[in-house]
């Protein structure tokens, strides 16, 4: 790499966030680089934490108070020293998640713009672009309020038929008897309040459930003379759905049990005011074409001629061939943000940056060929180049070959991960490193072959007619005791299948997947595989002291920082400055509680243990069992202190599954165990799936990676696209037929991948 012109480097120096070692490195600017490395060798560390933090931080300070008060606080990385930094864009797996509010649409601004089209061109004219607007009062429909849905009562839940009113039938708060709300009812002189609900007539349960506003003639002195009479079900609605402050707080779970979401009956689901339906271009309304999918709606749109809408027309067409081009055709513009895949999330913060024309800026992506099938990735690729001829960085964290290849630079962390890693192990063309001797280059040189001896099944898994989301009314049959690999583009349906159809035959499928664990940040490795109890109690009896004095948590928390190590001190707009516990060093546990020792080592030093180094530390069976199943996993860098919080999906995922080693006969779905995966850790994985399938498991794995569909006992193959086009079994059956099945888009990959 010249390095004469200084100011054409993104210049790092001294870099010592989190693992690195102190590193030195030049990036090449308006250059695409490519991050390699094993998982836990510092990429993150150095790309995100290192590189994206400080650019982020110093562009937060250029802003006033007022608006630094309301941005993400970003502390400043452990580095020397980072020169010619550009502005960095991070784009990122995250969910866009957000509320049910919040669109495709809504994310990449297409809505406002069809919203602008259907108020200049469409017939008939009923206002401006926010009488189409769901988020707004002049375009929503009135019952649900632009949400499309409405709170039902569910009746079931919310009667006991086999009971009479005096017998408390109404299965709700207030309404049991000897309730305020209960007399409203026993009183009216209505109904017989003995009898069972499931004997009323149907003009009695019509009664008692929906009618209102009616005058009551009964001489009960308990009924209020100038009250008129309240159905049960629009008495709930009122009390407790339409309201979320009071009594509909307090009652809050109550309602949960009784109310379920349905379409809305006064738009059908559209979410917009009546007139807004009324309003049409080339027969079609603004709800039709978000309901359509998003290649569909491309072809419609190039079918609006009007001169007038021409601008409008081809803003509204770009952006959606730029998210058919990478492989999100499939998805409508309707569909809520908070249900797409991280995968989906990151090429669609992608393609909000395609219609910038600002150059010079860093993009920085974390692995963008997660959840992308081999035939998308080339998809991808153009994309990556399209911003780095405009003239920005291109800097990508990645594991997947194909986007590697496209690299005009690549540094490659290592040499292995954790402790060990942290170090540039490479850094140059392709070409080099696929002559190199790092774990990557080994990798390069490679070749995949098909599994040779295949295991057979004799009994099966049968899914019956499945027709959720895009699935053609299909069944399949799963082999048991092998190993099933399920496969597809994006969209096709696998996730449908295998993560929502499967389990409603088979309620006990085990899925280890990659979302987060529900505990709290003070969770770490030790606590959370159930070891940090019995490392206690051997402190405790060597030492004759209570166990929970080796508790951060508990009585052996230092009392400065509570356990936690660190000190935060709020800065209002300014980052918020984390420093270390002056009283404990950042221990966490008092001071006294470190005098006690096991085999010459205190509870701290315990906890800053590698897998690997507490493999060698602890000979009890009951901790040496767990710690071999996380070594059996791959993360023998960890520490058994280390917060579950700071693990990637991918590591969080082999954490879940060292859990099930030992566990024999269940049914286990892995959702794309290999993300966040190098290339020379898939074996492995393999080794693992293996291993649960010996012990008469039956293990499923919904999967891009050639290399796991190559050693495969059996293949189930999605498609043949996405969305509406995709829902049908292309293939079921062994890999080495899947290579010359013609239709099947994954069998023509696997061919080439092996044959390479």
């Known amino acids: ?105 809504t994310i990449t601004d297409i809505y406002s713009l069809l919203r602008l089209l259907f108020s200049r061109v469409g017939n008939p004219f009923i206002g401006y672009s926010n009488a189409f607007s769901f988020n707004n009062p002049l375009g929503m429909c009135s ?82 003379k100038t009250s008129l009479y309240e159905g049960l079900i629009p008495r709930i609605e009122r009390s407790f759905l339409k309201k979320e402050e009071g009594e509909a707080a307090k009652y809050k779970d109550a309602v949960t049990k009784i109310v379920a979401k349905g379409v809305c009956p006064g738009c059908g689901g559209t979410r917009l005011h009546p007139a807004a339906l009324e309003c049409k271009i080339n027969n079609k309304n603004i709800a039709e074409c978000v309901e359509m999918q998003i290649a569909d709606l491309l ?52 393609v909000r940056q395609l219609g910038s024309s600002l150059t010079d800026i860093t993009y920085i992506f974390d692995e963008p060929s997660i959840g992308l099938h081999p035939h998308d990735v080339n998809k991808i690729n153009d994309l990556l180049k399209m911003l780095r001829d405009r003239g920005n960085t291109v800097l990508i964290v990645e594991h997947d070959p194909d986007i590697i290849k496209i690299a005009d630079y690549i540094i ?52 019956k007619n499945a027709q959720l989301h895009n699935l053609k009314n299909i069944s ?29 035959f088979y309620p006990n499928t085990i899925l280890i997947d990659q979302k987060p664990v529900q505990v709290s940040k003070r969770s770490n490795i030790a606590t959370f595989t159930g070891i940090f109890d019995k490392i206690r109690e051997l402190f405790s009896g060597e030492n004759h002291v209570k166990p929970a004095l080796f508790s951060f948590n508990s009585q052996g928390a230092c009392p400065n920082c509570k356990g936690t190590g660190v000190i935060y001190t709020d800065l209002a707009f300014m980052d918020t400055v984390v420093t270390m516990c002056e009283v404990c060093q950042g221990n966490r ?39 071999k199943r996380l070594e059996d996993t791959g993360l023998t860098y960890i520490t058994l202190g280390q917060s579950l919080n700071t693990l990637s999906g991918g590591e969080l995922q082999r954490v879940k ?29 393999l080794k693992i799936l293996d291993r649960l399938v010996e012990q008469e498991s039956t293990v499923i794995v919904v999967e891009h990676n050639l290399d796991v569909i190559s050693q495969a006992d059996w293949v189930i193959d999605l498609g043949p696209s996405a969305g509406e086009n995709g829902g049908n079994v292309m293939f079921a059956g062994l890999p080495k037929e899947l290579i010359n099945c013609n239709s099947s888009i994954t069998g023509q990959y696997l061919k080439e991948y092996i044959t390479r």
């Open 657 to 685: 599954l060292a859990a099930e080693l030992e566990s024999r006969g269940n049914v286990y779905v892995l959702d794309e165990p290999t993300t966040g995966l190098h290339m020379s850790d898939i074996s492995l994985l």
């Open 299 to 350: 072809d419609f749109i190039r079918t609006i001629t009007v001169p007038r809408a021409a601008t409008v027309v081809m803003a509204i067409s770009n952006r959606l061939e730029h998210l058919n081009s990478i492989g999100l055709g499939y998805l409508s513009l309707n569909r809520e943000t908070s249900t797409l895949s991280g995968g989906e999330s990151q090429r669609i913060k992608m």
């Open 476 to 504: 399949v049959n799963i082999p048991q005791g092998v190993m099933t690999v399920v496969t597809g583009v994006a969209g096709s349906g696998k996730s449908s299948l295998v993560n929502q159809v499967l389990p409603k």
């Open 1 to 105: 790499m010249d390095t004469k012109n200084v100011k054409e480097y993104i210049q790092v120096i001294g870099a010592r966030e989190k693992n690195l070692k102190n590193i030195n490195v030049k990036i090449p600017k308006k250059r695409i680089t490519v991050f390699t490395g094993v998982s836990g060798s510092g990429k993150s560390s150095l790309v995100f934490d290192t590189i994206a933090a400080e650019s982020q931080r110093q562009l937060n300070e250029t802003y006033s108070s007022f608006i630094r008060h309301r941005l993400p606080h970003y502390g400043q990385p452990h580095v020397d020293g980072i020169e010619n930094l550009p502005v960095a864009i991070i784009i990122d797996q995250k969910r866009i998640g957000g509320n049910a509010r919040s669109t495709v649409g």
């Open 143 to 224: 019952e649900c309020e632009g949400l499309g849905k409405v709170d039902t009562v569910n009746i079931e839940r919310l009667l006991d038929k086999d009971k009479s009113l005096n017998e408390g039938a109404i299965l709700f708060p207030t309404f049991e008897p000897g309730g305020w709300r209960l007399k409203r009812y026993i009183h009216s002189g209505f109904f017989d309040n003995d009898k069972r609900i499931r004997d009323y007539t149907k003009e009695e349960l019509e009664l008692l459930l929906f009618k209102s506003d009616i005058k009551v003639t009964t001489t009960d002195p308990e009924w209020p």
């Open 589 to 627: 546990f008092m001071k006294e509680v470190l005098h006690y020792k096991l085999r010459g080592k205190n509870i701290n030093e315990v906890l800053n243990m590698t897998v690997d180094e507490a493999l060698t530390f602890f000979r009890e069976e009951e901790i040496a069992a767990t710690l």
């Open 412 to 463: 490659d962390m290592g040499p292995k991960a954790g402790v060990n890693g942290g170090k540039i192990s490479y850094q140059g063309s392709f070409a080099g490193l696929a002559q190199s001797n790092t774990l990557t280059g080994k990798y390069l040189r490679s070749q995949t072959r098909l599994k040779e001896n295949v295991r057979k099944s004799g009994t099966w898994l049968s899914l």
